[in-house]
């Protein structure tokens, strides 16, 4: 099973950017479809972004034309671009497998990594 770790997450003003880094080990990411999903507290986990096996992307509407999802096979490393941040985006972010394109995750997950954006 493939092991995934979060990281880039961190304190930004509204109209800021980060880049999330999602490293794997243990397999290699080229063969699998993979995608971002956050959670705030008290909410239920939702999706945000995908990329799959052949570089297909899709977007939730509500980061659409803000954030880029990429993927580095060479590297083993999926990343998430968030520019333009909200406060509403405000989450703890996980990576995952991607089991039914586009949104729907297997359940194995990262630790996550923290995004926390300030009005």
């Known amino acids: 099973q493939v092991q995934l770790v979060e990281s880039g997450g961190g304190l930004v003003q509204a109209g800021g950017s980060l880049r999330l880094s999602c490293s794997a080990s243990?397999?290699?990411?080229?063969?699998?479809?993979m995608g971002w999903f956050r959670q705030a507290p008290g909410k239920e986990r939702e999706f945000v972004a995908a990329?799959?096996?052949?570089?297909?992307?899709y977007y939730s509407d509500s980061v659409k034309g803000r954030f880029t999802i990429s993927r580095d096979n060479v590297k083993n490393i999926m990343y998430l671009q968030m520019n333009s941040l909200k406060p509403e985006d405000t989450a703890i972010y996980f990576c995952?497998?991607?089991?039914?394109?586009?949104?729907?995750?297997?359940?194995?997950w990262g630790q996550g990594t923290q995004v926390t954006v300030s009005s």
């Open positions: 995952a497998v991607v089991r039914q394109w586009p949104d729907r995750s297997g359940d194995n």
């Open positions: 243990g397999r290699t990411l080229s063969s699998v479809n």
């Open positions: 990329i799959s096996w052949n570089i297909v992307t």
